[in-house]
């Protein structure tokens, strides 16, 4: 890999909300809107790469936005080499820790690099990695959210439907055991055997709890079972992992590869998924999939389905890329799903490009 000449000339962000086709309603909480924050990172060279942060909530925003802004002062002027920039980062920040806002902000600004020296070679970011691009599996996790169970059937129709899926995620943890069971059949009915399906508690019960709950599952076939406790009770996971037989899958909230190291010595899942907005962008996903590989645990993705594809594709154990289209409404050509695969666009860097209307229709102060 040779990385093209530039220098970062300045960062730009812009808070928007955009509105979600399906509204977020999971065990934990709910997410009426995305609130994104867009980052343009520009060259001198005239070369921008672009990423977006995923906020979680609009109270989040005006922070996020306030440190990739702080963190980007840090670089200006600089090359564009991201493995440079990530180091400097970290050992600037190294007080506040790598999780939160400032591992969010150090996150994106690495995915902007690695976006803008792929664009600078004229290269989509999977082959700038090395790679080749091809489908990626994936499932439609846009629905299925706490939903009368009379509604779920429909639902899952629909998921499937919108781009030929064959994977779809369910989220469980309702009041009661009979109820998570009540709504894991009646999805099953409508799409068969023929069907995968993930379910997700969100972090809502205790490892006791998930025990008895994920037991009572086992028999229904569901792929994994992803968060049954609290994303830091690596322990708990692990008492639960061992005493049921479907596969348990967590990762998401990892805001270092330590902690993914923490986890797998834990034995707390069968199965991973970083977040490339948690785990440092491209280069801590790079090391995730090293520690995964080196593990022989398939790993999986999180969100920001436009980056995963890249790097699924260089993942030595790629497994499922979880689509979600909660960007979609800013995008100028969101992600392509074909046949149940993520298709990788023929564009240099991640393919990440801004509707201009739709992001100052969004936009807020």
């Not at 596969?247 to 707390?268: K, L, R």
């Not at 993705?301 to 689509?323: G, K, R």
């Amino acid at each position: 890999m040779t990385l093209p000449e530039l220098t970062v000339r300045a960062v730009k962000t812009t808070p928007v909300v955009a509105p979600l086709k399906r509204p977020v309603a999971a065990a934990t909480g709910s997410i009426p809107e995305a609130p994104l924050v867009l980052v343009d990172l520009e060259t001198d060279q005239g070369i921008t790469g672009r990423a977006y942060a995923f906020a979680q909530s609009a109270i989040a925003l005006r922070p996020l936005a306030a440190m990739i802004g702080g963190m980007a002062g840090l670089i200006q002027g600089d090359p564009v080499a991201p493995f440079e920039i990530e180091m400097k980062l970290r050992k600037r920040t190294l007080l506040l820790g790598s999780g939160g806002v400032a591992g969010i902000a150090l996150s994106v600004l690495d995915m902007c690099a690695w976006d803008a020296a792929a664009k600078a070679a004229g290269m989509p970011l999977v082959e700038f990695l090395g790679g080749q691009r091809r489908p990626v599996r994936a499932y439609n996790s846009c629905g299925l959210w706490m939903m009368p169970v009379e509604r779920l059937a429909n639902d899952a129709a629909a998921l499937l439907d919108e781009g030929g899926f064959q994977a779809v995620k369910l989220r469980v943890g309702r009041n009661t055991l009979e109820e998570d069971i009540a709504a894991v059949r009646a999805v099953k009915e409508r799409i068969g055997d023929g069907v995968t399906l993930m379910a997700d508690f969100n972090q809502k019960l205790s490892a006791a709890e998930a025990i008895h709950r994920g037991r009572a599952l086992d028999a229904e076939g569901l792929y994994w079972i992803e968060e049954p406790v609290r994303q830091d009770d690596y322990d708990g996971c692990a008492r639960v992992a061992a005493a049921i037989r479907t596969p348990v899958q967590i990762g998401e909230n990892f805001a270092s590869t330590y902690e993914m190291i923490h986890a797998i010595h834990a034995g707390a899942m069968r199965y991973v998924m970083p977040d490339v907005q948690r785990i440092g962008g491209v280069t801590g996903w790079l090391r995730a999939a090293a520690i995964a590989h080196a593990h022989g645990i398939e790993m999986s993705s999180h969100l920001f389905p436009e980056y995963s594809a890249h790097l699924l594709a260089v993942t030595p154990t790629c497994h499922f890329l979880e689509y979600v289209d909660w960007a979609a409404p800013v995008l100028a050509e969101p992600i392509e799903i074909r046949d149940g695969c993520a298709v990788i666009p023929d564009r240099p860097g991640a393919g990440v490009d801004w509707d201009a209307a739709a992001v100052r229709r969004f936009a807020v102060e």
